[in-house]
Nanobody, 127 residues
Framework: QVQLVESGGGAVQTGGSLRLSCAAS????????MDWFRQAPGKEREGVAS???????KYTNSVKGRFTISKDNAKNTLYLQMNSLEPEDTAMYYC?????????????????????WGQGTQVTVSS
């Protein structure tokens, strides 16, 4: 059972930056898709960014050019660097892991096929 723990959320003003971290309980990054999702109050969960076992990344359109997903295999840690934050980015952010031997699921599936989830970290952006 993979356990994921997010950290790094907080409150910032528009234009600010945050770096989210997701620590895994075991080595996951060589055989797992690792994704970031977010959910705002009253809204559906949304896929934000994904990184495959070979390091290929995908982003939802609204964060392209502002967010960067990365992983440190030696530390079993996933990151999401978020720059130029906007009030619309306000949400609970979750990391998730899913074993894979091929492409990661599309972000548009919003994590429906992911089995392992963290508890979430809140990001609040004020105008």
């Amino acid at each position: 059972q993979v356990q994921l723990v997010e950290s790094g959320g907080g409150a910032v003003q528009t234009g600010g930056s945050l770096r989210l971290s997701c620590a895994a309980s075991e080595y996951t990054y060589s055989s797992y898709c690792m994704d970031w999702f977010r959910q705002a109050p009253g809204k559906e969960r949304e896929g934000v960014a994904s990184i495959n076992t070979d390091g290929r990344t995908k982003y939802t359109n609204s964060v392209k050019g502002r967010f960067t997903i990365s992983k440190d295999n030696a530390k079993n840690t996933l990151y999401l660097q978020m720059n130029s934050l906007e009030p619309e980015d306000t949400a609970m952010y979750y990391c998730a892991a899913e074993p894979t031997s091929g492409p990661c699921p599309p972000l548009s599936w919003n994590g429906a096929t992911f089995h392992y989830w963290g508890q979430g970290t809140q990001v609040t952006v004020s105008s």
